[in-house]
């Protein structure tokens, strides 16, 4: 997810988004977060294994901290994806870092 998406777009609209400007699969195993010029609000698409499904949310308190920029893309883990989408940032301070699996 990166800048302002039309809302007005339903889940052919936000497939074909996906698929024309980024140059992903929106069959795959990824999940696609949209908001709009409001950051109170997201759309999330998503292949369930037998069709697109959408996710519409308004956060009644918070904003969505989405990136600014492409630069600022990345893949997110799950705890981070929870984090965004309760209207926090990715960035918690205090959380504890993932390490490696096998690392001791």
Known sequence: MCGKTDMRKGIEGL???IQDSFKFNPYGDSIFLF???SKDRYKC????GDGLAMLYKRL????LQRPKNEKEVRNLSQQELRWLLEGLSIQQP???????????
Request: proline residues 4%; charged residues 25%.
């Open 60 to 63: 009644d308190s918070r904003k």
């Open 15 to 17: 497939a074909t988004l």
């Open 45 to 48: 698409l998503y292949f369930d």
């Open 35 to 37: 908001s709009g010029w």
């Open 94 to 104: 205090k959380a504890i870092p993932q390490s490696s699996k096998g690392v001791c």
